[in-house]
């Protein structure tokens, strides 16, 4: 019993859950990986502790994840209203291009998009089978850039992993936005690539509105739950996210 509680403590960590909290730890494998990525780490912990008494174990990881579908295809949004948020951001930046950069499979992403009502909403999309390397590298911002034509520079990352505040940094994107939705702690993602933390996307427009308004980060605040950027327009105005 001892050598299956340690070796089930041992999968835990390594995969990133809390079992005490049952919760995922901040950027775990779990909630910013590709599928690639959490089965090789999946495969690998079974392979180390079974010392040979399991077999196949990576076919049997692989045919267990297929067996559980579209695990994504049924989630809620954290907008009570995507499609119609989404439409608000178009009427209120012309011009502005929407992309999904996902470290999900593309079979999941399009189940999501399909539930969500939000494919007309999205230009490009890009996942986590479709790139040689997953986040935090950059090349999937990079590509994404060059599908819409367009430079990092050009774009606003925004995402509650490390995983995404780290592939923006790494691209060099104009602006990375952390959002404190998911795993991602406030300090985490600042400390990981985030320009600016915000409760939620909701908060995006405001955020989006200071940018292209001409103003500027000035200086970071901390507190206990909310890590963020002043922005200012070099006059006494100042906006607090």
Request: charge should be negative; glycine fraction near 8%; hydrophobic fraction near 35%.
């Amino acid at each position: 019993q001892d050598v299956v509680e340690k070796y089930i403590a041992h999968f835990h960590h390594e995969i990133g859950w809390d079992p005490a909290r049952e919760v995922l730890l901040p950027s775990s494998f779990l909630s910013s990986g590709t599928w690639e990525q959490i089965l090789d780490k999946t495969v690998n912990s079974l392979e180390e502790y079974s010392k040979g008494l399991l077999v196949d174990v990576r076919e049997k990881v692989e045919n267990w994840n297929d067996s559980l579908g579209d695990t994504h295809a049924n989630d809620e949004t954290l907008v009570e209203d995507l499609p119609g948020f989404l439409s608000d951001l178009r009427q209120q930046h012309s011009g502005i291009i929407i992309a999904i950069c996902t470290s999900d499979n593309r079979r999941p992403t399009n189940a999501c998009i399909t539930n969500w009502k939000i494919g007309e909403h999205i230009d490009f999309s890009i996942c986590g089978d479709e790139v040689p390397e997953g986040k935090p590298s950059a090349k999937p911002l990079l590509e994404l850039c060059k599908q819409a034509k367009v430079t990092p520079e050009d774009c606003v990352v925004v995402g509650d992993t490390c995983a995404d505040t780290g592939m923006g940094r790494n691209a060099n994107a104009g602006m990375v936005v952390g959002v404190l939705t998911g795993t991602g702690t406030s300090d985490y993602l600042l400390d990981h690539g985030a320009d600016i933390v915000i409760p939620s996307v909701e908060h995006l427009p405001r955020v989006l509105l200071a940018s292209s308004s001409g103003m500027r980060k000035v200086r970071r605040n901390s507190s206990s739950e909310l890590t963020a950027l002043t922005w200012t327009s070099g006059s006494e105005e100042s906006e607090q996210f």
